[in-house]
């Protein structure tokens, strides 16, 4: 049974720093791509970044490119995702999700297969 979990979701002052993670597990291929979504109240659901199983690419939004950086950890099954320099409007709920695929990462969220509960980030002084 796949199962993605996410952690490190705090209530941290604008200019911080954060650090998501998301655990997979019961996954029978390599061949899956995570990717980062959030949702703040009363907006639509934002792609935040992707990371490529296959090759390694990383994607971002243009939001959050150069705050955040997206990693993983074949060792531990985990992809991290590193948010610096937090503003207000970074507030959500981030959820890490899989596509199974070879080809790579998007942020087309119907096109991912398995989600996480999600973990709240709140930024606020």
């Known amino acids: 049974q796949v199962q993605l979990v996410e952690s490190g979701g705090d209530l941290v002052q604008p200019g911080g720093s954060l650090r998501l993670s998301c655990a997979a597990s019961?996954?029978?291929?390599?061949?899956?791509?995570i990717a980062w979504f959030r949702q703040a109240p009363g907006k639509e659901r934002e792609g935040v970044s992707c990371f490529s199983s296959t090759d390694g690419r990383t994607f971002y939004a243009d939001s959050v490119k150069g705050r955040f950086t997206i990693s993983r950890d074949n060792s531990k099954n985990t992809v991290y995702l590193q948010m610096n320099g937090l503003k207000p409007e970074d507030t959500a709920t981030y959820y890490c999700a899989a596509e199974l695929t070879a080809s790579r990462c998007s942020l087309r969220w119907y096109a991912m297969d398995y989600w996480g509960k999600g973990a709240l980030v709140t930024v606020s002084s």
């Open positions: 019961g996954f029978t291929s390599d061949y899956y791509n």
